[in-house]
C-alpha cells in the first residue's frame, strides 16, 4: 500500500528543502533559465556530488 503523505509532512518537506542554501543557490541560479548540472556546479560553486543530492532532493 502507497504511503499517504498529510499537507502537513508535505509543507515540512519543502520547508527543510528551501531552507538549505545550496538549494537556494540553484533556484536563484535558474530562476530565468534552464541549466545542466555541469552548468549549475561550474557556476554555483558547489561540489558535484553535492550538485546531485541537490538536485535529486528537488526533482
Given at each position: 500500500m502507497a504511503?499517504?503523505?498529510?499537507?502537513?509532512?508535505?509543507n515540512?518537506?519543502i520547508?527543510?528543502v528551501?531552507?538549505d542554501?545550496?538549494v537556494?543557490?540553484i533556484?536563484?541560479?535558474t530562476?530565468s533559465?534552464p541549466?545542466?548540472?555541469?552548468?549549475?556546479i561550474?557556476?554555483?560553486n558547489?561540489?558535484?556530488?553535492?550538485?546531485?543530492r541537490k538536485?535529486n532532493?528537488?526533482a
Amino acid at each position: 500500500m502507497a504511503q499517504r503523505i498529510t499537507n502537513r509532512e508535505n509543507n515540512n518537506v519543502i520547508l527543510e528543502v528551501i531552507a538549505d542554501k545550496d538549494v537556494r543557490t540553484i533556484l536563484e541560479s535558474t530562476q530565468s533559465v534552464p541549466k545542466s548540472a555541469r552548468q549549475i556546479i561550474s557556476e554555483c560553486n558547489i561540489a558535484e556530488s553535492t550538485a546531485y543530492r541537490k538536485l535529486n532532493r528537488l526533482a
